[in-house]
């Protein structure tokens, strides 16, 4: 069965610093996605990023990173330099692809970017 | 940038009444998947569609029921509310399972 662990409930770092999202994910499947969303106060949710299993290159885009480890079955997301904008809940997701299409989300890290 | 709506934004009825969300998008996605989410909390599938006149039931059981007539839109229906049932409901739409959801604002249902 798959599933997407986020061990991190709630994290807090000063404005500036770099902070790192865990996520871990199960799957049986050898081709799956991996994805990565933003969902700030207002509450919509906002698509940041979508990997697949075959693809293991680590990706940066601004001050947003993220490192896709299939020997640890991990795809982590690190923002560097934060800013109080990047607050918000951020959800990790896995979905396979001979499933049902059904993206799995983890239950978010909530990221408070403190002034 | 995701074309796709949710109306009402927000909503305070009382319970027993039957009301409908609705969603629409306009990018022609075949799949569309609405999700309940409490506050802070995880988001839960409750109902999906692979294309027209094609509805599924999502992981959380649900007391609402979708229809799916037209391509763009996907509305969601209960009956009878009831306080339980007051939450976030987001709509989402796909080119493909495996590609990202596009996510709609949202619509925040309290019932009293």
């Known amino acids: 069965a798959q599933k997407v662990t986020q061990a991190q409930t709630e994290i807090s770092v000063v404005e500036k610093e770099d902070v790192t999202l865990d996520c871990v994910y199960e799957?049986?499947?050898?081709?799956?996605?991996l994805f990565w969303y933003k969902q700030p106060p207002s509450g919509e949710l906002v698509f940041l990023i979508r990997?697949?299993?075959?693809?293991?290159q680590n990706e940066i885009s601004g001050r947003y990173s993220w490192n896709f480890q299939k020997s640890t079955s991990s795809f982590n997301f690190t923002i560097t330099a934060s800013q109080v904008v990047d607050s918000a809940v951020y959800f990790c997701a896995l979905s396979e692809a001979y499933r049902d299409d059904k993206i799995i989300f983890g239950k978010g890290t909530r990221l408070h970017i403190l002034p | 940038e995701a074309d796709i709506y949710q109306t009402p934004r927000y909503l305070v009825i009382g319970t027993g009444k039957k009301i409908t969300l609705e969603c629409s998008q306009t990018m022609g996605h075949d799949k569309m998947y609405w999700y309940q989410q409490d506050p802070g909390m995880e988001l839960h599938l409750i109902h999906y569609s692979y294309g027209v006149n094609s509805t599924e039931k999502g992981d959380l059981s649900s007391e609402s029921t979708v229809s799916r007539i037209r391509t763009e839109h996907f509305p969601l229906t209960l009956e009878s509310a009831r306080p339980s049932h007051t939450s976030q409901y987001l709509c989402?739409?796909?080119?493909?399972?495996?590609?990202?959801?596009?996510f709609g604002p949202g619509t925040r249902l309290t019932v009293l």
């Open positions: 799957t049986r499947d050898t081709t799956y996605y």
């Open positions: 989402a739409s796909s080119e493909a399972g495996t590609e990202e959801q596009f």
């Open positions: 990997r697949n299993s075959f693809d293991e």
